[in-house]
Structures are given as C-alpha cells and as structure tokens.
C-alpha cells in the first residue's frame, strides 16, 4: 500500500524555523516529483512547492520563496520542508503528496501541524 | 499565483446533479490540460476525483466526470449522495513546474 508519513509539526514563536519530514513507502519516491501542500484552520489548500526527482530542480508559491527549502534523500524515500523566519500566517496543516503526473497528487499524507504562535 | 476562482457553495438533493465551476485564465486553465479535483472531508486529507481535466481513476465512481472550455474548469457530480458532501477543490499547472488550487467549494446534500 502507498503512503506517505509526515513529521515534525508543532508550536513554534515567529521568526523560527521547523523542519518537517515525509516519509514514503510502497513505491519509490524517486521516480516522482513530490509536493508540499499546506491548509491554514478553516481555508483553503495552498500549493507551496515541489522538488524534482533527482532534487535538481525545486519551486515555491511567492509567500514562502526565501525562507522555505524542499529537499530530498531518494535513498530514505523522504522529503524534507526546511522552513525558516516563520510567520502566524504560516500556521497550517502540512501535507506532503507524490506527484503521480500533471497534478495528479496521490497517495496524501494525513498531515502534519504547524502552528506559529508567541 | 492567485487561486482558481471557485464558487463558495453548491447544494443539491439525493439524485440530483450539480457542477461546480473552476476559473483561472489563458495563462493557467487555458492553456494545459492539467487540471485536477480533489475532495477533501472534514478532518481528511484531500482525495484525487480526477486528474488531467477528465480521467478519473479507477476508484473513483463514474457519477464524477470533469471538462474544460477556456479558461474554465469544471466538476460534475451526478446522481448525487449523501457521502458526496465535502469541500472540492480545483488544482491547475502554472508555467513554470508550479500549480495552484482553487479557492474551494462546499458541496451540501439537501
């Protein structure tokens, strides 16, 4: 079975930094671009960025472009979200999905929690 | 990056069909056949219910179909039931490598 494990949320004060982790089993997370979707309590889903398979090539929505870093380690299966200077429009649930081609993201994770707070 | 222009809510009875609309522009929606819809219930992660405008996958019961005409998307959704009720949202390839969803629409069943 396909599935996808974030960690690493939690409570952090503005201008801090989290890392969060996904980790992929039932399929080789190194034959796809893998993605990182956030949704902020009771909003929408936002697209925040994706990392190609060999990790050469990574993009971001403008809100978090220089302070957020995607990054891989196919040996592990995992990706990585780096987030640094961390603001409260930031406090989201965190999800990481496999790009199974032009969009079509699946498996899901359940979601990891981050919440920027003082 | 602006998100998708979708309506806030729909609502339809058992049996009825019901379409929600995705609009983006020439430059998103209208230009690649790289839309996508998920549905998302509460407290859940979000569910693919199709990819690439019309292709759904085998899972996913043939009462949901998807189109495109310019710069529009949309979700139909027939026969509809109760455990269709659900947020749904649209998702769109955006030159260069990135995506952008829509802003969510909430199906009620009356």
């Known amino acids: 079975e396909m599935q996808m494990v974030e960690s690493g949320g939690g409570l952090v004060q503005p201008g801090g930094s989290l890392r969060l982790s996904c980790a992929a089993s039932g399929f080789s997370s190194s034959l796809y671009w893998m993605t990182w979707v956030r949704q902020a309590p009771g909003k929408g889903l936002e697209w925040v960025a994706n990392?190609?398979?060999?990790?050469?090539?990574?993009n971001y929505v403008d809100s978090v472009r220089g302070r957020f870093t995607i990054s891989r380690d196919n040996a592990k299966n995992s990706v990585y979200l780096q987030m640094n200077s961390l603001r409260a429009e930031d406090t989201a649930v965190y999800y990481c999905?496999?790009?199974?081609?032009?969009?079509?993201?699946?498996?899901w994770g359940q979601g990891t929690l981050v919440t920027v707070s003082s | 990056q602006s998100a998708l222009t979708q309506p806030a809510s729909v609502s339809g009875s058992p049996g009825q069909s019901i379409t929600i609309s995705c609009t983006g522009t020439s430059s998103d929606v209208g230009s690649y056949n790289l839309v996508s819809w998920y549905q998302q219930h509460p407290g859940k992660a979000p569910k693919v219910m199709i990819y690439e405008v019309s292709k759904r996958p085998s899972w996913v019961s043939d009462r949901f179909s998807g189109s495109k005409s310019g710069n529009t998307a949309s979700l139909t959704i027939s026969g509809l039931q109760a455990e269709d009720e659900a947020d749904y949202y649209c998702?769109?390839?955006?030159?260069?490598?990135?995506?952008?969803f829509g802003t969510g629409t909430r199906v009620t069943v009356l």
């Open positions: 998702c769109s390839y955006v030159p260069i490598s990135t995506y952008v």
């Open positions: 999905a496999r790009d199974s081609g032009g969009g079509n993201y699946l498996p």
């Open positions: 990392i190609k398979q060999d990790g050469s090539e990574e």
